[in-house]
């Protein structure tokens, strides 16, 4: 292995092809020894828990000094509630179905040949990811359970955290009798090794960056490797004319609060004017720590909320802010979200099952919810174990990602014998 003062493009040249050959044996790893890898994973990390939340600790107090905002705090911060949130979710993905060698479809042309569409990995997953080191855990063990290799790129402010947990992972690989370059994790800080990944065609299958607005712009618009992601998480949440007061209320406070710096959580919440009760939600926003900016109308019913502007309604805070409008209905509600949603995610609150299915038809996003919080958008809440990140594109997949998401597919012919006239 090279160090870490080699030149980051020879560095992730290196890491590229041990990546490519810890891929093809893992292409072909049966289901079983690759749960056994990330059960024993689960195991070193709650072994670990005393090492794992010391060098946590050690990234909260330099984050705290250079100054980070809450919200990357917020992200950054293990406990040992959340180590065991790491811990279960590996444990998750071990349960969960093989996608490698599903048969998608089949069929018999005119022609007589017998075709096969079958699920393979993808190959080489680099991901890029800021602050969160439940990342390093999530995203190595999905790759590596749908057949993939994994190269990560954490972030300087959890470089500790993210060392310790993939410590772990190694772990877990070796002692299932994987190869250690199943999850290898990027041994330098230097961001010219971010650039490296960006241009590490034919090494590199896809680039899943998962971070801040400007981090993904710049994957974005650097990569030669096709990426999988999504730029913000502006989502909205409509409470219709038709909504249940006590449910609209619990639904917005918990879509906003549950936690801010989450890119699930809500940024602006829509009012149908025709909603009988908008004080008691508006009360019970501002009541649980958040600031409230709202349009004239929303300030006429709760007094201690302050002045939108039009910059707000493009605004992704990661903060107890929320921009809140009254509108003039459901054809109002869908014009505002189509104007400012990033495509991520989106919810409708009422008890109006023909609005919620107008709603959800219309509403162009990755995910559209019905009278339920914008943060269940996680992939393990879906059921996926977890996700190696959500995308608001429209080619290969949308959502959360998981394991089919990190597989393709390839055709299989049985001719029989025949040739094309």
């Given at each position: ?12 040249t290196d890491m590229g092809k041990r990546a490519r050959k ?29 090492a794992i939340l010391d060098a946590n600790a050690k990234d ?362």
């Amino acid at each position: 292995m090279l160090d870490t003062t080699t030149n980051p493009t020879d560095l992730i040249t290196d890491m590229g092809k041990r990546a490519r050959k810890a891929a093809a044996i893992l292409a072909r790893t049966p289901a079983a020894q690759k749960a056994n890898a990330l059960n024993a994973a689960a195991a070193a990390l709650r072994e670990d828990a005393a090492a794992i939340l010391d060098a946590n600790a050690k990234d909260l107090a330099a984050g705290r000094d250079k100054g980070l905002a809450n919200a990357m705090l917020d992200r950054l911060a293990l406990d040992e509630a959340r180590l065991e949130g790491i811990a279960s979710a590996l444990e998750a993905v071990a349960g969960l179905p093989d996608p490698v060698g599903d048969v998608i479809d089949q069929s018999t042309p005119a022609n007589g040949l017998k075709l096969k569409r079958v699920r393979v990995p993808l190959g080489v997953v680099g991901i890029i990811y800021e602050s969160r080191p439940n990342v390093t855990a999530d995203a190595g063990a999905l790759a590596m359970m749908a057949g993939n290799a994994a190269i990560l790129r954490g972030g300087t402010e959890a470089v500790h955290s993210n060392r310790a947990i993939h410590a772990a992972l190694v772990r877990g690989l070796e002692s299932a009798g994987l190869p250690a370059d199943a999850v290898q994790l990027v041994p330098t800080q230097d961001r010219a090794a971010v650039g490296a990944m960006l241009k590490a065609d034919g090494l590199i299958d896809i680039i899943v960056p998962r971070g801040g607005k400007s981090l993904v712009a710049r994957v974005q618009k650097e990569a030669r490797v096709p990426v999988l992601a999504h730029l913000d998480g502006i989502c909205h949440t409509y409470i219709d004319g038709a909504a249940d007061a006590d449910m609209a209320r619990d639904i917005a406070v918990n879509a906003k609060m549950r936690r801010t710096g989450v890119c699930g959580a809500t940024e602006t919440l829509l009012i149908d004017k025709a909603f009988a009760d908008p004080a008691p939600v508006l009360a019970a926003i501002v009541d649980a720590g958040c600031e409230v900016r709202g349009d004239a109308g929303v300030r006429s019913i709760e007094p201690r909320a302050k002045p939108v502007n039009e910059d707000d309604w493009d605004t992704e805070y990661l903060e107890p802010i929320l921009s809140v409008r009254l509108v003039d209905g459901l054809e109002d509600a869908i014009d505002h979200i189509a104007r400012h949603s990033s495509h991520h995610t989106d919810a409708i609150i009422t008890e109006d099952a023909d609005r919620a299915a107008e709603f959800q038809a219309r509403v162009d996003s990755a995910i559209v919810m019905w009278n339920a919080s914008t943060q269940f958008a996680d992939g393990g809440e879906f059921g996926l174990g977890a996700e190696i990140g959500i995308s608001t594109g429209r080619l290969h997949a949308r959502g959360p990602v998981a394991l089919e998401g990190l597989t393709t597919y390839k055709w299989l012919v049985d001719g029989g014998g025949r040739t094309r006239a």
